[in-house]
Each structure stands twice: as C-alpha cells, then as structure tokens.
C-alpha cells in the first residue's frame, strides 16, 4: 500500500505563487513516472503535470509556462512549482506515481489518493 502525502497549498493571490511537495512510501517515484493532478470543487479530478523517469516534463495546457515539475530521487519526492497564479488555479492538488498503457493512456498507479493540498486563488 502507498502513502502518498501532499503538501505546500495555501491562500494566495492572483499572480502569486506556491511549492507543492509530495512524498510517497517506498521507492515508488524512483522506478515510475510521476504527476500531479487536481480537482476543483464541482469537478472531475484533472491532469496538471508529469515527469518521467528520465526527467521528460509534459504540462497541461492550462498551466504551461507557469507550473514547473520536478522530482527528488533521493527523497522520493515529487514538486509543483506554481507561478502567476490565478483563480482558475483553485483546486485540491494531488499526486500520484503514473504509467502509461495501451488504450489508456497516462493514469495513476495508486489507487491510494493522499488528502491533497488545498490550492485557493483568490481574484
């Protein structure tokens, strides 16, 4: 079982920013893709960000130029750096370790979510 446990939100303004951090258990971020997701209220959860294994970094249109992903092999850690926030922003965030598949697509591994880290923006 995975623990995932994220960390880092809070309360900014538009155009302010926040460092997101995610630790898992185990060794799952160093032998797998990793990435972030969210879900604002009312929403389905969403894909923000992935970095693969070999550092490839893939955004979400949304966020491009403005997020930043990155990984910690040593901590088994995973980071959002998020930049010019705006309200559009506002969500829980989470973070999983992914896989791709064929059919699928990208998709979570874990099927263990973290509580998330709350991410408001406010106008």
């Known amino acids: 079982q995975v623990q995932l446990v994220e960390s880092g939100g809070g309360l900014v303004q538009t155009g302010g920013s926040l460092r997101l951090s995610c630790k898992a258990s185990g060794n799952i971020f160093r032998v797998n893709p990793a990435g972030w997701y969210r879900q604002a209220p009312g929403k389905e959860r969403e894909w923000v960000a992935r970095?693969?294994?070999?550092?490839?970094?893939t955004y979400e249109d949304s966020v491009k130029g403005r997020f930043t992903i990155s990984k910690d092999y040593e901590k088994n850690a995973v980071y959002l750096q998020m930049n010019d926030l705006k309200p559009g922003d506002t969500a829980v965030y989470y973070c999983n370790a992914i896989r791709w598949t064929w059919g699928n697509g990208w998709g979570a591994i874990s099927d263990d979510w973290g509580q998330g880290t709350q991410v408001t923006v406010s106008s």
């Open positions: 970095i693969t294994i070999d550092g490839v970094k």
